[in-house]
């Protein structure tokens, strides 16, 4: 190579020379190679200088892995500031949602949120992560308000100026993990089906003994003039009929039980006599129920709220009646701790594993039956 470079006069002696010291034979391979291996295969001490170099350092806290973070961040640049840059930045760690802008004409017409078609598995790293990413996607101006699953209650939108905003009516569901950041909104269905044991309904002081199709009207063991179903009714229906009206309108909760025991109660929100139907209100198990005064079965649900037993793992969920409160507990109290509880009678106990977050609010959904 050096050879070449000499004018037409040089001396043999200076050809040889140049020879000598052309070293381009032997590191021309070497040279080439570095060419293209930070495309081809990069070792791993390349990956922070090509992090750096192709001005990736904003999303290297939310991608663990810096090869992805290479081979999919450079595209991710070129449509930074489009929904389908968020669309890939989530795809980086897994997740996929739909993006939902706010309104025009709200107050924060530039803020967005995510809903989510599954729970993600964890709130630290996860939420973190997606917070991170979503709001390096959009553009500048954007703002990611919530990010929603299963549970989301929407604002009451009365008016399109200022007068209600910041009310409580025009609150959203959800809850910050730290100030300023995104509403997290997001809920769990859990349900059991549980036919009542002669033990369980005992306890509870609301059992009648099995009976046959032929019970007759002097049948003393029924409280006939508290009776729900017609007369016409046969006897097994006339039993269960009878049994799951004890539960309507009655106070109760559903208890948690960790491997410590006790977690907490939560009061029941519903609690009614329901037969299937097509038309139903309630679902359990993907059949629809609807209430009835005359019905056979018993649909009882209770809502968590966020932060209820946070950091605890339900191992089992129960219902509670005739629950005795310690003294100076409220009587509306929704949530109840193991300690505001002298007393309980507990049945339908069902095994579950169920962590509980702060962002999640559990909603659990038992059909008894009789």
């Not at 904003?58 to 961040?73: F, K, M, S």
């Not at 949602?97 to 809903?115: G, H, K, V």
């Not at 005739?322 to 300690?339: H, M, Q, S, T, Y």
């Amino acid at each position: 190579m050096l050879k070449q470079l000499l004018p037409t006069n040089a001396t043999q002696w200076e050809e040889a020379f140049a020879d000598a010291f052309d070293t381009v034979a032997d590191v021309e391979a070497s040279i080439n190679a570095i060419r293209g291996t930070k495309l081809v295969s990069p070792p791993a001490s390349f990956l922070p200088f090509l992090v750096y170099e192709y001005g990736l350092g904003e999303l290297r806290p939310y991608v663990p892995n810096l090869y992805d973070l290479i081979d999919q961040g450079i595209d991710w640049q070129r449509i930074r500031g489009t929904h389908a840059a968020v669309a890939m930045g989530l795809g980086f760690i897994s997740y996929i949602a739909a993006i939902e802008e706010a309104l025009a004409r709200r107050r924060f017409w530039n803020s967005f949120q995510l809903r989510f078609p599954t729970l993600p598995a964890a709130d630290a790293p996860d939420l973190d992560r997606i917070d991170g990413i979503a709001t390096l996607s959009v553009p500048k101006r954007s703002i990611f308000r919530r990010g929603v699953h299963y549970y989301d209650v929407g604002p009451l939108v009365a008016d399109g100026g200022t007068k209600l905003d910041g009310s409580r009516l025009e609150a959203e569901s959800g809850v910050r993990l730290r100030e300023g950041g995104p509403l997290w909104s997001f809920g769990r269905p859990q349900e059991a089906s549980h036919q009542l044991t002669q033990a369980e309904g005992e306890s509870v002081d609301n059992w009648l003994a099995p009976v046959g199709e032929d019970l007759t009207w002097v049948d003393l063991s029924y409280p006939w003039t508290e009776a729900t179903f017609p007369w016409t009714a046969n006897g097994v229906d006339a039993r269960a009929a009878n049994l799951a009206a004890w539960f309507l309108n009655r106070t109760g909760y559903v208890v948690l039980k960790g491997a410590g025991g006790v977690i907490g109660y939560r009061r029941l929100r519903c609690a009614h006599p329901v037969e299937n139907h097509l038309a139903g209100i309630y679902t359990v198990g993907g059949i629809k129920y609807l209430p009835t005064l005359a019905g056979r079965r018993v649909y009882l649900a209770a809502l968590t709220g966020f932060g209820d037993g946070t950091g605890q793992v339900a191992t089992s969920v129960g219902l509670a009646f005739n629950v005795e409160l310690a003294v100076g507990v409220p009587a509306g109290r929704l949530w109840l701790e193991p300690d505001d509880v002298v007393a309980a009678d507990e049945i339908a106990t069902t095994i579950v594993n169920i962590p509980l977050r702060p962002t999640v609010r559990e909603d659990i959904k038992f059909l008894l039956r009789f």
